[in-house]
C-alpha cells in the first residue's frame, strides 16, 4: 500500500517544519496536533531518556549538560558561541502510538557534531 492510500490516519504531534517536511515527500496526508504540554517541566538525567519521554523535541548535549531549544534570540546566540571549538551532540527521538490499540514504538538516536 504507497504511503499516499494509508488505511490510517497520521498524526504529527510536532510543529517541527523538518518532520512536516519529512512526511510531506514521503507522501503522507497528516493532521498536525501538538500537544500544550511545558516541555521545560519534564526532567530526566539522561538525554535519551529526555527526548523518549519528550518524543518530539531536539535535545542537544554540550560538555554533559543538556540544552534544550533555546528560549531567546540571545540564548540561541550564547549556545552558539559556546559551541565554538568544541563538540555537541543532537540526541532526538520519534514515538509513534497507534490510538486504536495504544501500542506504542520509538526510539532516539544521536549525532555528535
Same mark, same amino acid.
Given at each position: 500500500?504507497? *504511503?499516499? +492510500?494509508?488505511?490510517?490516519?497520521? $498524526?504529527?504531534?510536532?510543529?517541527?517544519?523538518?518532520?512536516?517536511?519529512? &512526511?510531506?515527500?514521503?507522501? !503522507?496526508?497528516? /493532521?498536525?496536533? %501538538? *500537544?500544550?504540554?511545558?516541555?521545560?517541566?519534564?526532567?530526566?538525567?539522561?538525554?535519551?531518556? &529526555?527526548? %523518549?519521554?519528550?518524543?518530539? *523535541?531536539?535535545?542537544?548535549? !554540550?560538555?554533559?549538560? $543538556?540544552?534544550?531549544?533555546?528560549?531567546?534570540?540571545?540564548?540561541? =546566540?550564547? !549556545?552558539?558561541?559556546? !559551541?565554538?571549538? @568544541?563538540?555537541? *551532540?543532537?540526541?532526538?527521538?520519534?514515538?509513534? %502510538?497507534? &490510538? =486504536? /490499540? @495504544?501500542?506504542?514504538?520509538?526510539?532516539? +538516536?544521536?549525532? +555528535?557534531?
Amino acid at each position: 500500500m504507497a *504511503a499516499g +492510500e494509508s488505511s490510517f490516519k497520521l $498524526i504529527l504531534g510536532s510543529s517541527s517544519m523538518a518532520r512536516q517536511r519529512i &512526511l510531506a515527500e514521503m507522501g !503522507y496526508e497528516f /493532521t498536525i496536533m %501538538t *500537544a500544550d504540554i511545558d516541555e521545560k517541566s519534564i526532567r530526566k538525567e539522561k538525554p535519551e531518556d &529526555l527526548v %523518549t519521554a519528550l518524543a518530539e *523535541a531536539k535535545v542537544v548535549v !554540550y560538555k554533559g549538560m $543538556i540544552r534544550e531549544k533555546p528560549s531567546s534570540e540571545e540564548e540561541a =546566540r550564547e !549556545y552558539i558561541k559556546g !559551541y565554538s571549538g @568544541g563538540h555537541a *551532540a543532537v540526541v532526538g527521538s520519534v514515538l509513534v %502510538t497507534n &490510538l =486504536r /490499540t @495504544g501500542a506504542s514504538k520509538g526510539g532516539w +538516536e544521536s549525532a +555528535e557534531e
